[in-house]
Nanobody
Framework: QVQLVESGGGLVQAGGSLRLSCAASGRTFSRFAMGWLRQAPGKERAFVAAISSSGPSTVYTESVKGRFTISRDNAKNTVYLQMNSLKPEDTAVYYC???????????????WGQGTQVTVSS
């Protein structure tokens, strides 16, 4: 089992940057693909980015390509999401999640963190 704790959310102006972190417990972190997903008010949870277990492969939803970067440090059991050029439409609760394989489908994730709020003001 993996326990996930996100941090780094907050309030930022449009055009600004934030870096989210997700710390994982357990010795099996490096075996999981990791993803970031988000849920805006009144909307379903949506995929943002994912990285393979060893890190060479990444995937992004189209709306964040070129602005967001996912990375991981298996020695620190941590996955990151660097978010640049933030837009008001990026406002959401951001969740870190673990999956047995690289996937863009929210239902494919087994373990979830509690979420961290990101608010982008215009």
């Amino acid at each position: 089992q993996v326990q996930l704790v996100e941090s780094g959310g907050g309030l930022v102006q449009a055009g600004g940057s934030l870096r989210l972190s997700c710390a994982a417990s357990g010795r099996t972190f490096s075996r999981f693909a990791m993803g970031w997903l988000r849920q805006a008010p009144g909307k379903e949870r949506a995929f943002v980015a994912a990285i393979s277990s060893s890190g060479p492969s990444t995937v992004y939803t189209e709306s964040v390509k070129g602005r967001f970067t996912i990375s991981r440090d298996n020695a620190k059991n941590t996955v990151y999401l660097q978010m640049n050029s933030l837009k008001p439409e990026d406002t959401a609760v951001y969740y870190c999640a673990a999956s047995n394989g690289l996937t863009m489908t929210p239902g494919g994730y087994t373990y979830w963190g509690q979420g961290t709020q990101v608010t982008v003001s215009s």
